[in-house]
């Protein structure tokens, strides 16, 4: 650090106080979550229309699908408000897995030469499902007003929502991530991990329709309480939270959280090496 101003990305330099290095090399973090953003979005309109349009096509599917063929019920909400709200958490939490695992081989490079705390990179992949998932939510906004529906004041909990499906994110991409510098056939796995997960989690329906006797077992996916959770704080229907699910969604989190970072941790010095 030079003049307490800038930062200088030194090679070869051995590993000190990594918790503080990943906020002593904050501006490589912005940098790259930014260069990530540029990518899509600068001179292009097709990375604006494919946050809207894929979560957009996909909610007509479900829709048709559950409601027309399956008639399952909507607990009080239009079933397009259903499943787009249960598609913007999972289309972020599905991205920024499929991202972080392979943020660390598209970043090579970058990781032979010159040491920094290499869990900056898939931390900074989460920013560009964070801009797609905002960009979504004014699409979302739009249809409640079509639908004439009005959030109650249980919106003030989405960002505690948000955040749990931030940290499931990160701690399944961390794993994936270092698994996949590895073995690198983890790369074709995990689109096939998030398309059974898009199925198996109540994206399409709602967990209601879950009998009771399963419902913790069904929880055992985090992804459950995240998306209970954004649909009860959004929409001022019926649903009611089971917080059973939301508290082992919380646990099932967590573990993968800190698991994540405990064995990325343990591997993060063999990349340069595989990579």
Do not use: C
Request: net charge positive; glycine share 6%; no cysteine.
């Amino acid at each position: 650090m030079n003049s307490g101003q800038e930062l200088i990305i030194e090679a070869g330099r051995t590993e000190r106080h990594y918790w503080a290095d990943i906020w002593r090399y904050r501006e490589l973090f912005v940098f790259l979550a930014w260069r990530d953003i540029l990518v899509r979005y600068k001179q292009t309109s097709v990375g604006i229309a494919w946050s809207v349009i894929r979560p957009f096509l996909t909610m007509l599917v479900f829709t048709f699908v559950f409601s027309k063929l399956a008639k399952l019920p909507s607990p009080g909400v239009a079933y397009p408000l259903l499943v787009f709200s249960a598609l913007l958490p999972w289309q972020f939490f599905s991205s920024a897995v499929s991202g972080i695992s392979s943020s660390l081989v598209g970043n090579a490079n970058l990781l032979s030469k010159v040491y920094f705390p290499r869990l900056i990179i898939p931390m900074s992949v989460l920013m560009v499902n964070l801009v797609d998932f905002l960009i979504a939510l004014g699409i979302l906004s739009g249809m409640m007003i079509w639908y004439q529906t009005s959030p109650s004041t249980r919106i003030i909990a989405i960002p505690a929502f948000m955040l749990l499906g931030l940290i499931a994110s990160l701690g399944l991409g961390l794993w994936m991530a270092s698994l996949n510098v590895k073995y690198r056939d983890f790369g074709h796995i995990v689109p096939f991990i998030m398309m059974v997960g898009l199925y198996i989690s109540p994206v399409g329906f709602a967990s209601s329709i879950v009998p009771g006797k399963w419902r913790l077992i069904y929880s055992l996916n985090p992804m459950v309480g995240v998306i209970d959770g954004f649909r009860w704080a959004l929409l001022n229907g019926e649903q009611m939270l089971y917080w059973p699910s939301i508290a082992l969604s919380v646990l099932v989190s967590l573990a993968m959280l800190f698991s994540g970072i405990f064995y990325f941790r343990k591997v993060e010095t063999t990349f340069a090496d595989l990579l």
